[in-house]
């Protein structure tokens, strides 16, 4: 199989009957509840159409039971000086557009890109105003917008997020804007959804895949040496020999060894580092495989 190639895959007669059987008996719910109104976030992303825009820049807004908004953006220098009494929610007693210049930035910049994967990240935001700044010729939106941000979770909390203080980006391109699926609110929580593992036959995967099986090391294989063979080991590469125990094969026909004076471990050696001995008398008992290279 080549990378990149499309494959089939047999989930098993136990799903395929499971499936034929939700088939026949399902059908369309009549009252689908929380999920009346639900919408696909792939289907939303991809069409890249307007977003609701709640207009309210004290209240924290959401539009959709299954769905919330992240905009693509990163930290910067804080330039802001805070007035304490604005915080912990102070601030919203301020009029609008004391608020958006107290602590309102321009985010024109976070435009989500390659160049910008490596510190850039999605954060939570409330979408507060659409600006009519787009072409308004196509179905996409190319619009901005006003967003609210909120921190993520991957990054050191910021200092106005700690003083209780919120952060606006005006001008926010609608590309970097995306729709998230709230937890339990996938397609696949839908009623009637279908569910039942995947039984993937063992005769599909390659022997060698299976080497966590019970006894897969002591399998004879065409080498050499195998488990459990006393020998003399080259400690190293350093043309020291050493009494020693051949304690794993692997695939490329290499060798681990366990050192019998002192039980370390060294990996990977090749047959000229590993010559035949007769210390069949050696005492076994006290040998741990406690010590690695």
């Known amino acids: ?22 088939v026949e008996k399902w059908e369309q719910p009549d009252n689908a509840g929380a999920f009346e109104n639900h919408a696909s976030v792939s289907e939303l992303n991809k069409s890249q159409g307007p977003i609701t825009a709640s207009d ?84 996409v939106d190319d619009s901005t917008y006003t967003v609210r941000v909120y921190p993520s979770k991957t990054v050191a909390v910021p200092s106005w997020h700690r003083r209780g203080l919120p952060r606006f980006y005006t001008n926010f391109p609608r590309k970097s804007i995306q ?13 009637g959804a279908f569910r039942h593992p995947i039984e ?36 190293l590469d350093r043309g020291e020999w050493f009494k020693a125990i051949i304690e794993r094969v692997r695939s490329n026909g290499h060798y681990d060894v366990l050192y019998a004076d002192d039980g370390m471990v060294e990996k990977d050696l090749d047959d000229s580092r590993i010559k035949k001995s007769d210390w069949v008398h050696f005492p076994l008992q006290h040998l741990t495989s406690s010590n690695f290279l």
């Open 1 to 22: 199989i080549e990378a990149g190639e499309e494959i089939f895959m047999d989930y098993g007669p136990n799903w395929e009957a499971a499936w034929d059987k939700h």
């Open 56 to 139: 309210d820049l004290v209240n924290e807004y959401s539009f959709s039971h299954d769905v919330f908004t992240m905009c693509w953006c990163w930290r910067h220098k804080e330039d802001n000086e805070y007035d304490e009494e604005d915080f912990y929610g102070g601030w919203k007693r301020l009029d609008e557009e004391e608020i958006m210049l107290r602590y309102g930035k321009s985010g024109h910049q976070f435009i989500r890109n390659p160049s910008t994967f490596d510190y850039g990240q999605f954060w939570p935001c409330s979408i507060i105003h659409k600006n009519e700044d787009g072409s308004g010729n196509s179905e």
């Open 179 to 191: 729709y998230f699926t709230k937890p339990y609110r996938s397609d696949q929580h839908l009623p």
């Open 200 to 235: 993937i036959n063992d005769d599909i995967f390659p022997e060698q895949w299976k080497n966590r099986k019970p006894g897969f090391y002591d399998v004879k294989q065409d080498t050499k040496f195998h488990p459990g063979d006393r020998v003399l080991a080259n400690f």
